[in-house]
């Protein structure tokens, strides 16, 4: 078995998972309201891998002729590479909009893992093995694959002491099965996903005590496994009107605190135990990969932002002004800026340790922060562009009502745009911009690949900076050979 279909990725979350929404237990998940429209979502990129006008795009062939799912295979060339961006934005062209935790982003956390593998086969064999069959694995069973990084951490103080051994994740038990793990994680999309990476999160593991060692660990954990609770924050819109909340009501995903209440993980499930080296590693690489995806997206927001402003002030003829040429000039200096970085990224890409190949890591991880620090600015210049009709405009059902047509006629019809066309418009921009969903995503974003000074320290440990150091000893005449510390 190896390409799923979307009626095969709904009967796998029929597992008896724990999920918990709104002061209810969700018995039957695909059809409840809050998920059912992500779900769909999820279904429709299964099935999209089947139908001759995508195939080629979305799917790869393994070296025994399997075909697995393109976002599945580990890139080796820079050819994979651009394959990799051809099948985000094939996705996201068919989807109509932006989804971000759906697989593709989350599995490069695997394969940075795997370029470890040499070192990890030193400490415990097992783990390189467990590592390089879960990658496979997830290729050929189609596996909806995410990643749990950060626990809820609450007093720094009592990390790793205090009331029940610590608040972070940690192994309480070893048996002759497996690992038994305490512990909770936030994780968007847990809760309609197949499996989780769950792996420690941001601290200095490399100064670690001996004492952090039960917190050391990282594994695959089944999202039915016994034990697991879900528990899901509300759907912010998913309910309203479709016409009115085109973007929150379709692609809303919701995040999970997940708890794991003495779960038993698999030895086979176990990629590190105990290894504070192993902690380090994976948080100075987990984006390597999926940093390539996760800025994709954000390059398709900047389409979004740069799309929904034009066509706004187009419609009332403001772009014979130059004032407003100039700020839409702003919004594609923003939108190429990202684009630079991504097309860069791959055009200077580099090989890992582990033989695969990488974005460039300077050029990946300084797109990230440009395209995260930038978008409140544009986000507002948007804003601005479109007009207070963004935050004034009446509902759809009342715009459709007949004894107020004639007034939305006046009043909202210009050239070739009805009243019902402009509604449409400025419900599209609401929702990118205004509406709850619309500052959820900013929090994500913001968040969603670790907080911004972590994004800042991966710009800083991934620059090499020796050839500016050295500019400036040649041009200062400088005696001094070598700096003491380096970047
Ligand atoms: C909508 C949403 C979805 C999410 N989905 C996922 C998911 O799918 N998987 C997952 O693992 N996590 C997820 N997260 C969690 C996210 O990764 C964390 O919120 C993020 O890593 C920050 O951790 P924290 O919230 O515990 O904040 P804290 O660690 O408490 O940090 C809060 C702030 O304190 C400051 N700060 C803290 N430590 C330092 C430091 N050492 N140096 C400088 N400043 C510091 C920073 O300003 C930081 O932003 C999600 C978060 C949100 C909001």
Known sequence: MALRTGKEYRESLNDGREVYIDGERVTNITEHPAFKPIIDVKSRMYDMAFEPQYKDKLTATLEDGEVVSRAYKPPTTKEDLKAIRTHVETVLDDLGGVVYRVGDETIGEMWSLYDAKDRLNEIDPTYARNINYHIDRI?????????????????????????????????????????????????????????????????????????????????????????????????????????????????????????????????????????????????????????????????????????????????????????????????????????????????????????????????????????????????????????????????????????????MDKYYSVGQWTPEERGKLLYFARDLLNSSYAGHLTTFELFAQSPPFAQQMAVFNNFDAEKQRELVRKAADLQQKKSAVTV
């Not at 205090?162 to 512990?183: A, P, Q, R, S, W």
């Not at 192993?278 to 390597?288: F, K, M, W």
């Not at 990488?358 to 922060?369: D, F, H, I």
């Open 139 to 407: 290729a050929r069973e189609d596996i909806f694959h995410v990643s749990a990084n950060t626990d809820p951490k609450g007093d720094r103080s009592k990390l790793f002491s205090g009331k029940d051994g610590g608040t972070l994740l940690h192994v309480v038990e070893e048996n002759d099965k497996g690992i038994v793990v305490t512990g909770a994680k936030f994780e968007t999309a847990a809760a309609y996903a197949n499996q989780a990476f769950v792996k420690p999160t941001i601290l200095d593991w490399a100064a670690g005590a001996d004492s952090m060692a039960p917190f050391a660990c990282g594994f695959i954990a089944d999202m039915g496994a016994p034990g697991l609770k879900h528990i899901c924050r509300s759907s912010l819109g998913t309910t309203n009107n479709k016409t009115d909340y085109p973007i929150s009501t379709k692609f809303q995903e919701i995040d999970t605190l997940l708890v794991f209440d003495n779960v038993l993980i698999p030895w086979e499930n176990v990629l590190f135990h105990r290894s504070l080296e192993s902690a380090a590693y994976i948080r100075a690489t987990v984006h390597r990969y999926s940093a390539f995806n996760y800025t994709l997206r954000l390059l398709r927001r900047a389409d979004y932002l740069l799309g929904t402003a034009l066509l706004n002030v187009e419609q009332t003829g403001l772009t014979q002004l130059q004032a407003v040429k100039e700020k839409i000039s702003q919004l594609i200096n923003y939108r190429e800026g990202i684009n630079a970085h991504l097309t860069a990224a791959v055009a200077e890409a580099e090989d890992s340790a582990g033989g695969l190949m990488m974005p460039n890591q300077s050029l990946l991880y300084t797109g990230r922060v440009f395209a995260l620090e930038n978008f409140p600015a544009m986000a507002h210049l948007t804003r601005e562009l479109v007009g207070g009709q963004l935050a004034v405009s009446p509902d759809s059902d009342t715009m459709a009502d007949p004894a107020i047509q004639k007034y």
